[in-house]
């Protein structure tokens, strides 16, 4: 089964939905971001869908980034900055060893 995200404003995910292979699979056999669009818009009457993978891996109320091919996560902190690398949330200081969570208001690991 193919995963595709459905986009909205600002390439927000709204949606999640799995359709059979056969509906994403372009002439050479291979999962194909536009074979599985134009399937689903031709189903649904809507345009902006994106296909998940490993790589990217989308959930509902993440934002979908072209240029890195890659489905960013709400911002779990204000403080936190997004690493292009990793394609991940940080903290503005690294997590010592002995902390659990990080504390916003001091801006800390406790």
Known sequence: MAKFAK???NNKVTDIIEIDDIHATDANNNIDNETGRQWLENLTNYPNWVLCNEKN???KGSTYDEDQDCFIPVKPYASW???TTSKSWEAPISRPDNADYWNEETQSWV
């Open 7 to 9: 986009l909205g404003m």
């Open 57 to 59: 891996g989308a959930n």
């Open 81 to 83: 900055i997004w690493n």
